[in-house]
């Protein structure tokens, strides 16, 4: 029989069960799970400490969690209890969703421009104008942290590891975060930059993978993807036919100058999102 760590004990003594591995971190694994308590199926973020290194300790884990408590918003994931066990594990107990956005692009290639991408797209502009009105930043925005039900129908913005509150808009901040392929120029060149700003463009990147199913900006190279992103997006042969007004907001978004960029209020109502083709 397989060993039961203390933590799965105290899991178990709370009516938890955990299955299988959703998704894996550097420091954290997420796992399928059951409850007495809660009929819904779950998925629990197990955080180990103990493999952790102090910046994500003591600077962006209670970061994380403090926002975690605070918001609550319907594409969102909300999280229905934390759980810390002394053996240094912590629980973030969730609502399950089916998969993630990156692994339906990964069945459907790219999704058909409209309605599909525009609608997952909405809800996730939605989430991010959210945040921003309270002066949060995502800061790790890309299809792996968009999570959607089974129909793909909804979608919920999920890993605030990287999350941060701007006191003072616009309150610039300087940690490199999140991954290269979706980072804007000016966190990948490590200048102080305004968050909300950087978000929007990661969004941009986000829009151009959901309908043309290609990174819009590709290399391993910090410094050559930089050079891509100023020359601005090119459409690879292959990439289907978009509607005007849809090239017109990922050109929008990926504007090389952050503070060109529209804000998340302005993106909502911008017209292809709201019905124009
Ligand atoms: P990390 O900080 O390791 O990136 P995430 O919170 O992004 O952690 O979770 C990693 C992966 O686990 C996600 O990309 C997704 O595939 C899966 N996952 C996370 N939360 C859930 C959830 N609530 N339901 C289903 N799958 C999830
Ligand atoms: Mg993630």
Redo the contacts with the bound molecule.
Sequence with gaps: MPKTSAGEKVLNDLGYKLGQT?????????K?ATSTKHKVP??I?VVDRQRAPSAFLYKFLPRELSILRKIRHPNI?QILELIEVCNGKLYIV???????L??LLHEQGKLPCTPQARDIFAQIVGAVRYLHDRNLVHR?LKC??V?LTADSRRA?L??F?FSKEVNVYPDMCTTFCGSAAYASPEVLTGIPYDGKKSDMWSLGVMLFVMVTGFMPFNDTHVRTLHKQQKKGVLYPEGAPPLPEPCKALIAQLLNFSAECRPGAGQVAKNCWLNGVN
Excluded: I, P, R, W
Aim: net charge negative.
């Design positions: 959703l998704g894996e971190g550097s420091f954290s694994k997420v399928a779950l998925a973020k994931v969730m609502e399950a969703a089916a998969f993630d990156l692994q790790d792996e942290n999570l919920k999920t890993d590891s």
